[in-house]
């Protein structure tokens, strides 16, 4: 398919503020023993991120988080605040040294201001939209009547020193529902949107799909239309927290037969449909929650990353975010 002049200035500007933030890469050496870095198995706490309070719901962008944090307001309500993880691979070691911080980035501190308000803002889900040129920032909030709806913002992408204009928020009510509705994914194509949902009873996770020709707000305004979960997925528990990668799908679930709490979980796509769902096991779940992964990738590595919630000792207290090579 032949690509936008939207799509190929985004991917332009994607690939300029790489190089300009200099948030990710190699070192490079005369004598180059590790062409291709590899993220590690073992777990690590993003100790720069965390905090004596709930940290969780990470969700990466341009290497940008944006996650939810009660720190803010001493443990009473979630807002959303931003920040970064950096790594470094030693070409000639084989070393692999991360980091991890928040950050002030100016677009992000007018967004989230846009935002954030009385209420908890949780489950941020950012994503760049070629049919209509804009940015998107989906999350959930209670929508006066106690329930959980999903919301969006809208702006162009930064080009300038100018900072864009952020539509204010949004209600998504093609997709809300009477229960709450909470978490989202869209595959690659965005063609498909994956998210959760307690309509049934228990929070399961729903699939919808969209013309590509639709503008995604125009998509999102349309009335609610009934819902269909997604097949071998669902159990009996709650299950939430939807991310798609390629044709992958992690989520968190506290079905039974699991190690305690939220356990994560994975599903492959093949053969037309979602293969039953995999336990990650004791290398990433323990007899506490688990919760809100967000994967990502980088061309320079063999494997991709893992950042997640969990509520295990280890961290600073409350909820923590983890990185992990998987």
């Not at 699939?207 to 097949?231: C, G, H, I, N, Y």
């Not at 927290?241 to 093949?270: E, H, Q, T, W």
Request: proline share 4%.
């Amino acid at each position: 398919m032949k690509k936008s002049s939207a799509s190929l200035s985004s991917a332009l500007v994607f690939s300029i503020l790489l190089v300009l933030n200099g948030v990710t890469g190699c070192k490079k050496s005369d004598t180059i023993k590790y062409l291709y870095g590899i993220f590690p198995d073992s777990i690590t706490v993003l100790t720069g991120l965390n905090s004596a309070y709930d940290d969780m719901d990470a969700n990466l962008y341009m290497q940008l988080l944006i996650f939810s944090s009660s720190k803010d307001s001493s443990g009473s309500k979630h807002d959303f605040v931003q920040g970064a993880v950096s790594y470094t691979w030693d070409q000639d070691k084989g070393i692999f040294g991360l980091g991890s911080d928040l950050t002030t980035d100016s677009f992000l501190t007018k967004l989230l201001a846009a935002v954030n308000g009385t209420n908890d803002r949780i489950g941020p889900y950012r994503l760049y939209s070629s049919t209509d040129g804009y940015e998107y920032l989906f999350f959930s909030k209670d929508n006066g009547s106690g329930n959980l709806d999903f919301y969006y913002t809208m702006n162009r992408p930064v080009a300038s020193s100018t900072l864009p204009d952020v539509i204010a928020p949004v209600t998504a009510h093609m997709i809300n529902t009477t229960g709450d509705d909470a978490y989202m994914s869209f595959d690659a194509n965005q063609d498909t949107l994956y998210f959760s949902s307690s309509a049934g009873g228990d929070f399961d996770i729903y699939q919808k799909s969209r013309s590509l020709d639709t503008a995604l707000s125009v998509w999102l305004s349309k009335p609610f239309r009934p819902l269909a979960k997604v097949d071998s997925i669902n159990s009996t528990g709650d299950d939430k927290c939807p991310c798609v990668y390629k044709k992958i799908l992690v989520f968190a679930s506290n079905r039974a037969g699991g190690m305690g709490g939220f356990d994560l979980y994975y599903s492959v796509f093949k053969n037309g449909k979602w293969n039953s769902p995999v336990n990650f096991g004791p290398d990433v779940n323990t007899q506490y929650n688990e919760t809100c992964p967000a994967i990502s990738y980088d061309r320079s590595f063999l494997n991709v990353y893992m950042i997640f919630s969990s509520d295990r000792p280890g961290g600073k207290g409350g909820y923590d975010l983890y990185f992990k090579g998987i």
